[in-house]
Structures are given as structure tokens and as C-alpha cells.
């Protein structure tokens, strides 16, 4: 935080801010992989993906719940000819 570049100072800043979570990957020595998280943010990504076009947030939480969850999915309100 002495330093007069400012770049320095910003990232000073945010390894102070980030702190604890930096010394946890340490302690955890690698027992965890970081696999378990992207494939969850890929399915996240998918179900978001699939849901374009709803106009409420809620909308896409519940399919976001359904997705995650394997709920089943509610009955359809319209018929459709086939």
C-alpha cells in the first residue's frame, strides 16, 4: 500500500479483501476440485441458456430449482395438436 502505482495498490487491495478465502485453498491442500464447481456453473449456464425468454427473474429461479433439484416438471397447462 506504500507503493505509488496505483495498479499495485488495487491489487494489494484486493488480496487484502480476498484474504481468507486465499489461505483456505491453502488449507484445504487440494482435497477439493474445482470440477464439482464448474460442472455445477455449466449446468447453471444450460438452464439459463434454455430459459431465454422468460420476463421475471422468479421464472428462472424455479427452473433453476427444477434443473438442479431433478424435480419434476409441473403438468402442462395448453394443449397441443400432433
Known sequence: MLSKIEPLKKEAR???????????WF??????????????NNK???TMRKSYGFKS???IEI?????LGNLPEPPVTHRFCG
Not at 484486493?14 to 483456505?24: A, E, F, T, W, Y
Not at 488449507?27 to 455445477?40: D, M, N, P, R, Y
Open 57 to 59: 427473474y422468479k421464472t
Open 44 to 46: 447453471i449456464k444450460l
Open 14 to 24: 484486493s488480496i487484502r479483501k480476498h484474504k481468507g478465502l486465499i489461505l483456505n
Open 63 to 67: 427452473a433453476l430449482y427444477h434443473s
Open 27 to 40: 488449507t484445504a491442500k487440494k482435497q477439493f476440485s474445482s470440477g464439482i464447481v464448474e460442472g455445477l
